[in-house]
């Protein structure tokens, strides 16, 4: 099988903008989740989200200028305007450009979401309640379609080849990654772009998360202190918003250019529940056959991961099966750490993925884990782990695994290895 | 009259199209000479039909492809 390996890294998150400079506030321990701005939340249960922080570029902040022309803006949902921003800086990092028509063909997208256009859709709607037919733009359907992300990046670049977008709840960062990999590896494409994009922290979004349930509501007066995977006082997720995207590459093909290697994707598992629409089950089987079968894949065993970013979305059920299963396929690993970057963001649904697998491809190269945020107390039923409480930690991460499991019972895991 | 009615045209061709503003000449056809794609000029009816306050049926519009069409309709018509 062809080796896949990543040589280029964008993200947009409630930390900011650019890879680099979310990295390092991320590792300094600072939260991007904040009291909602931008829309009514007063009769909402739950008022704190991480909201992309808008500004210069120059203070890491984005700035939709250098990525979307004015005119087209208003075509866009958020969500593809922040997947096209995280394509280009992974595209722009890479280096790749594509010489002739014939690495045109060889050279494809897949970058997804959980929700899609929800901004569109909903405004789409109120405007044809009110107003009528006449009124609804032309672009309402393309600024709402999920592939349509994959689809800009490629009209924009000129990619012409696998052209595809996954959905899979909160598992779409990770099987976009995947999934692309197996395309490069089956020697369909030579490049892939892949990722995630969201952009549902808006009225109705947050509402209908409230409504399933899902989110954390006690904690609107100290929005950074929301989000609290595996600690005794958690109380939900905490909704975040922003894309991730990877370059990923043959490794021949990445050589050949003298492209920087991040890392390689090794291995990558997949498995559903089959149980319930939004619990997991209680013994965390689903999890675990994913974790598994990434292993498998890998062709290593449990004892030779570092360090595995976790879903760890801060949920009262969620966090300790996850942990549970974890316990029991990595038990005896004394050298496993494991951490939820969602401490600091919130839960980026779609794209948690996609950011997550990045995370861990920078604990590898940088030699330092991402803390647990909030992490004070931590449940009973999660200890025996190191879960890198309050502070980032300075280890030597060789292979990492990122866990994404999604609403409808759908689990993914990656793994990650330093590239020598 | 007419001289309003073509600047305002004008101003939202530039706005919807993000083109110089000296490109948008009378003559100049949206599609031809100003980049824009069929579903821009569906657009492009749109905002003047909100910045006029009238109504272009389909028929006149698909007839609509300069700009000195869009300021002959929006003379005659509003």
């Known amino acids: 099988m062809r080796r896949v390996v990543i040589t280029g890294l964008g993200m947009v998150s409630p930390l900011g903008s650019g890879v680099d400079h979310i990295w390092s506030r991320l590792i300094n321990g600072e939260s991007g989740i904040n009291k909602i701005e931008g829309f009514e939340v007063s009769d909402l249960p739950s008022q704190i989200a991480g909201q992309v922080p808008v500004g210069e570029t120059a203070d890491g902040k984005f700035n939709v200028e250098e990525f979307v022309p004015l005119k087209d803006r208003r075509k866009l949902d958020p969500f593809i305007v922040f997947g096209m921003a995280a394509a280009q800086q992974a595209i722009e990092d890479s280096g790749w450009e594509p010489p002739n028509e014939e690495s045109q063909f060889r050279t494809g997208v897949m970058i997804g979401s959980g929700i899609g256009g929800l901004q569109a859709i909903a405004n789409g709607a109120l405007l044809l309640e009110e107003k009528g037919p006449r009124k609804l733009s032309p672009f309402f359907i393309p600024s709402a379609l999920i592939n349509l992300v994959s689809g800009q990046v490629s009209i924009k670049y000129g990619y012409k080849g696998p052209n595809h977008a996954v959905v899979t709840a909160c598992s779409t960062g990770a099987h976009a990654i995947g999934d692309a990999a197996r395309l490069i590896m089956l020697d369909d494409a030579d490049v892939m772009i892949a990722g995630g994009a969201e952009a549902a922290v808006c009225r109705l979004g947050i509402a209908g998360f409230c409504a399933s349930r899902a989110l954390s509501s006690g904690y609107n007066d100290a929005p950074e202190k929301g989000s609290r995977p595996w600690d005794q006082g958690r109380d939900g997720f905490v909704m975040g918003e922003g894309a991730g995207a990877v370059v990923l590459e043959e490794l021949e093909h990445a050589k050949a250019r003298g492209a920087t290697i991040y890392g390689e994707v090794v291995g990558y598992g997949l498995s559903g529940d089959a149980y319930h629409i939004t619990a997991p089950p209680a013994d965390g089987n689903g999890g675990f056959r994913a974790m598994s079968a990434a292993l498998k894949r890998a062709g290593i065993s449990a004892s030779d991961v570092n360090y595995i970013n976790a879903h760890g979305t801060s949920t009262p059920l969620g966090d300790e099966i996850e942990f549970g299963a974890v316990k029991r396929l990595f038990g005896g690993n004394d050298n496993l750490c494991m951490s939820s970057t969602k401490s600091a963001i919130g839960h980026l649904l779609g794209a948690a993925g996609a950011v997550e697998a990045i995370f861990s491809i920078k604990a590898i190269k940088e030699g330092v884990v991402p803390p647990t945020l909030n992490l004070e107390n931590p449940s009973e039923e999660c200890r025996g782990i190191n879960l890198v409480p309050l502070e980032a930690q300075e280890r030597k991460i060789d292979i990492a695994l990122s866990n994404s499991f999604g609403f409808g019972g759908t689990n993914a895991s990656l793994v990650l290895k330093a590239f020598r | ?78």
């Open chain 2, 1 to 78: 009259m007419s001289n309003d009615v073509a600047d305002r045209v004008k101003k939202i061709v530039v706005e919807h199209l993000g083109v110089e503003e000296s490109k948008v000449v009378n003559s100049a056809s949206f599609i031809d000479d100003l980049g824009a794609d069929s579903l821009d000029t569906v657009e492009l009816v749109m905002a003047f039909e909100e910045e006029f306050g009238c109504e272009i049926p389909d028929d006149a519009a698909e007839k609509i492809v300069t700009v000195q069409n869009a300021v002959d309709f929006i003379s005659e018509n509003v």
